[in-house]
């Protein structure tokens, strides 16, 4: 037994009471702290930190959307986007991962050691792709055994799908995977890393419009990543289909009479300034780009002498050549330096100053008017315009062709090409103007460049006797007016007797015996006007006289023009088309315009056949076209 | 002992019902989120802890009651020798201790494994009051000599848990003393003298700091420099906390606690856990009981019978005090995480059993208050 006596110490207690009380107040002051901490994160701050608490328990999951399908003018299906399966596998659902693993093996070939490795690395929850877009034949096999196959899954996903291959791949464009840069700025904002956006071409141009609206999952996630429950979908949404304003036969006629070559071929509605055909040599497979840039492909196009990725029909400059003649023939005419009823003697050369320009013909031509100068392409009767004109004035007209400035069709990279002016060169040379420099420029060489689209648009100019329509990639709508109003467009300011003297010149390049055309561009029932060019790579030195181009090596050759309409009574299609080293306009690049007029207007061509069949027993004969 | 049979008749009015009301309701509730918080768990053993803590709590309130009808004087003449039993369990933890999440705290006994820091608290606490108690004997006021001893007292198990290392119960070891040398009388020289040393040994202390507990301290300063690194425990927990709002997300869906976004959820972070799914209003209470409970032991140190009483009230008090405070503090971000626990409430059966023989304690000496003998 122990026992104690309590001890009282008045003076302890007596001077533990002061302390007591600076103690409870410290507690009660802490106490007061935390509280309003609390009331801060639970009442002020909640809301913000349940959002935080959200995001930290929710995952969304994006699902790729649909892009619309491109169609050509007339429904034919060109660019879709078609189921791919991938093939996903969760080792965490699987009972025997190395059974099922094998089991895998005997149904599709793929690297399994390395696949198996791989999955192991990683956490076990987590999806593995096994497969890219494997076959239909794969998929089918896989489907059939499901059963057998625990822990692998067929993941579907979109891949875009370029129905024919190399077909107008620079038009219709590509898709790639959205870069850094572009995340998050303008257009682009709602798009996360791995989307895929319309690249190049009418992809990228309509991208607003072909995407579709992506879809979500919703899933409930733990800290450690593993995915609990779905909480809601948002299924995946289709973008708009679109109607281009190709027209399906003329491009392929395009693709393959350019086949073999480099260049690049467009047709226009010149009533409505709907692209018909956009063709550009070498092409590339936009396929290929579908489901990410296999590298070794893209390094061959970048590395490509050639330049496959460049559309030609937009990027490419060239000079001219003599199919600016027509562009100089508006110039002196609107200016009225010359007339129907103007001459000039051609012998072969033109000398000024101390200088002898010479025409592509040594012998000479002998007196030209103008619609013969065009038939003919005499050099000498448009050196002798240009000189009456000044470059200021030929720029001037120019302009008004649309030339030396984008045609603005909606197509990124386009370039504007050139025409000098003698402030121009005043301006980026810091030179004045030579006279004998407005000769070459008067021909379509020297500075001159221009793009096939501008000489397409400008040759529709002519054909629709001095208005020039706005170009657009889309077909027209049923219920949009074709009106030179609704459309909008420049008027070049061209009499009507003017225009039609325009318009005969080029018919006689195509149809008459002397044409320079005559031989290679007419269509059967249809009647064509164009005019040939040909570009000079080379600059010829002065008193030299024309190489033969079939002895020079092939980079050395001239570029080869054409430009066309037809039918000459009522152009419904013109055409533009440049073969690089071509050589001569006339034989190297008129039959590719031909066979482009020739598909688009087929279905003129079979009527009138089928109304010669009857003409005999009519007796009917064709009227020659004034 | 005649003592309690003298006791005997009175035991049921002379008990102190309120502070028994207020751990039972604190410890029940405790309980019952240790449940909410692992109920969603996968693994069974975590499905079962609040069974476990629900057990520990009946052998808890029977050591409790045991302690009450003790006279608490009794703890006075052994208590140098149970402090140098702790302390040589102590080094045994040390020496040959089980490791668990990188810390060497537990000892172990069979299946159990025991935390010999969490009855040093206690021991400590019987210590020192012998060595104030006969301190006073000699002097009216603390000088720095009678300092130096309980001083020594409490580096020696203060250097030997913060070496397992767990800074937070060390830290709760150097709070007992000074709570206890603040109400028995320090001098202001003294005191003065204890806050400089203080401010020596914290820079000290730092640069021996393991890089870990440096940056739980970072990342309380700062806890969004790294959210996925140190600052992620602070972090989680002030989501946990904030997204319960002022009602809270109910009971079992607290989405924090059932993804494992809060680490330690049943021990140090259950605070976090019951704070989101009661909301302020939740948390209020449990905070009303603890200051009620913290006031009820603290009316020991004024109201006992004699210096020992006081003494033995004011070191239980500064503990159970100081984990209330600091554990909530640390939950809500302002101060760095260190392994204390919420007392009562949080998981742990030495903790439990530590606190209930303290609770014990404090009733032993309310129930004696008036005695002369």
């Known amino acids: 037994m122990m026992d104690f006596a309590y001890g009282s110490d008045e003076k302890y207690f007596r001077m533990v009471r002061s302390r007591l009380f600076i103690f409870t107040g410290f507690v009660l002051a802490v106490f007061l702290v935390l509280l309003i901490r609390l009331w801060y994160l639970q009442v002020i701050q909640g809301d913000n930190l349940k959002e935080l608490a959200e995001s930290n328990r929710l995952r969304q999951i994006p699902l790729p959307d649909y892009r619309g399908t491109i169609y050509d003018r007339s429904g034919v299906e060109l660019v879709s986007s078609r189921a791919s399966f991938n093939i996903v596998v969760i080792r965490e659902d699987m009972p025997d991962f190395a059974a099922v693993m094998g089991k895998l093996a005997t149904l599709i070939s793929f690297d399994k050691e390395e ?192 330049f496959p990725l460049n559309n030609r029909a937009i990027q490419g400059v060239y000079p001219p050549g003599s199919t600016f003649k027509f562009v100089m023939a508006a110039a002196g005419l609107k200016e009225g330096v010359i007339d129907e009823n103007t001459v000039f003697h051609c012998n072969g050369s033109f000398r000024l100053g101390r200088r002898v320009y010479h025409c592509w013909k040594k012998s000479g031509h002998g007196n030209m008017t103008l619609t013969h100068a065009l038939e003919q392409s005499c050099d ?144 059967p029932h249809i009647r064509v006007a164009g005019k040939t060019g040909t570009a000079q790579v080379l600059k010829m030195k002065e008193g030299e006289q024309n190489i033969d181009q079939s002895k020079l090596p092939e980079k050395y050759r001239d570029h080869a023009w054409f430009v066309a309409f037809a039918p000459v009574e009522d152009p419904q299609i013109a055409v533009a088309v440049i073969v690089e080293h071509g050589g001569h306009g006339g034989t190297a690049a008129a039959p590719v315009a031909r066979a482009m007029i020739a598909a688009h207007l087929d279905a003129m061509i079979k009527a009138a056949e089928a109304q010669k069949a009857e003409v005999p027993k009519a007796g009917v004969q064709r009227k020659p076209v004034s | 002992m005649n003592d309690n049979s003298t006791l005997g008749n009175k035991w049921f009015s002379l008990f102190d019902w309120p502070l028994f009301l207020l751990a039972l309701s604190i410890s029940l509730l405790g309980v019952f989120v240790i449940y909410s918080a692992n109920f969603a768990s996968d693994s069974p053993s975590f499905r079962g802890l609040y069974l476990k803590q629900l057990e520990w709590n009946i052998y808890g309130i029977i050591l409790m009651s045991g302690m009450a009808m003790m006279d608490y004087r009794v703890w006075e003449r052994p208590a140098y020798l149970f402090y140098i039993i702790a302390v040589g369990l102590l080094v045994a933890v040390l020496a040959g201790g089980r490791i668990i999440a990188g810390s060497q705290r537990w000892l172990g006994v069979g299946s159990l494994n025991v935390q010999p820091s969490e009855m040093m608290k206690l021991v400590l606490i019987m210590a020192l009051t012998k060595y104030f108690n006969y301190a006073r004997e000699l002097s009216e006021e ?12 409490t580096l020696i198990p203060a250097l030997l848990i913060a070496k397992q290392p767990d800074l937070g119960t060390a830290g709760v070891l150097f709070v007992i003393f000074l709570v206890m040398a603040f109400i028995n009388g320090i001098r202001k020289n003294a005191l003065i003298a204890i806050i400089i040393g203080m401010m020596v040994l914290v820079p000290v202390g730092w640069f021996n700091l393991k890089d870990y507990q440096k940056n739980r301290v970072l990342a309380m300063i700062d806890p969004s420099t790294d959210p996925l690194g140190i600052g992620y425990h602070t972090i989680q927990s002030k989501i946990a906390i904030g997204s319960g709002g002022f009602l809270g997300k109910g009971f079992f869906a607290g989405t924090q606690s059932k993804l494992n976004f809060l680490p330690e959820k049943h021990t140090d972070f259950i605070f976090a856990v019951y704070a989101e799914e ?73 903790a439990l059993l530590t606190n209930y023989a303290a609770i014990g304690i404090l009733m032993s000496i309310r129930m004696r208050r008036f005695r002369h003998d």
């Open chain 2, 142 to 153: 603390l000088g720095f000599k009678q300092l130096f001893v309980p001083a020594i007292l």
């Open chain 1, 380 to 523: 000498v009767y448009f050196y002798n315009v240009g000189l009456r004109l000044g470059v200021d004035k030929i720029y001037d007209m120019a302009l008004k062709f649309g030339l030396s400035q984008r045609t603005g069709l909606g197509l990124d990279h386009e370039k504007a090409g050139l025409i000098p002016s003698s402030a121009w060169k005043e301006k980026y040379r810091k030179e004045a103007w030579i006279a004998g420099e407005t000769l070459s420029v008067a021909i379509g060489q020297g500075y001159d460049q221009v793009t096939p689209i501008q000489m397409a648009r400008a040759v529709a100019a002519v054909a629709n006797g001095g208005w020039m329509p706005n170009l657009r990639l889309t077909r027209l709508g049923e219920h949009e007016a074709a009106t030179p109003e609704a459309l909008g467009g420049q008027q070049l300011g061209l009499s009507q007797k003017n225009a039609s003297l325009i318009k005969e010149g080029l018919d006689m390049v195509v149809n008459s015996e002397r044409g320079t055309a005559f031989w290679t561009c007419r269509v």
């Open chain 1, 115 to 306: 696949a198996m490795r791989k999955i192991k690395a990683q956490q076990p929850f987590q999806a593995y792709v096994l497969a890219h877009d494997i076959s239909r034949d794969d998929a089918a096999r896989l489907e059939e055994h499901r059963y057998e196959l625990p822990g692998v899954s067929l993941d579907v996903r979109p891949v875009r799908s370029y129905k024919y291959e190399r077909f107008s791949s620079h038009l219709l464009g590509y898709l790639g995977e959205i870069s850094k840069d572009q995340i998050g700025q303008g257009f682009y904002k709602d798009y996360r890393k791995g989307d895929f956006i319309g690249k190049y071409g009418i992809e990228r141009s309509f991208e607003p419009l072909l995407r579709g609206q992506k879809g979500v999952n919703i899933i409930e996630v733990d800290a450690t990543g593993r995915e609990l429950k779905m909480i809601k979908r948002i299924p995946p949404g289709v973008g708009t289909d679109l109607y281009l304003s190709i027209d399906y036969k003329a491009q392929l006629a395009a693709e393959q009479a350019m086949e073999g070559k480099n260049g690049a071929a467009v047709a226009i509605n010149p009533k409505t300034g709907e692209i018909l055909a956009m063709v550009s040599h070498p092409d590339f497979n936009p396929n290929e780009f579908a489901s990410g840039v296999e590298t070794e492909y893209w390094r061959s196009l970048l590395n490509d002498p050639y």
């Open chain 2, 278 to 350: 009661v909301g302020f209003l939740g948390v209020f209470l449990l905070l009303i009981l603890f200051v009620s409970l913290v006031l009820r032991m603290m009316d020991l140190i004024i109201n006992s019978k004699d210096r020992i009483g006081s003494l033995l009230a004011a070191g239980i008090t500064g503990m159970i005090g100081f984990h209330f405070l600091y554990n909530v503090s640390m939950t809500i971000g302002i101060t760095p995480i260190v392994g204390i626990p919420l007392p009562l409430f949080s998981y742990g059966g030495s």
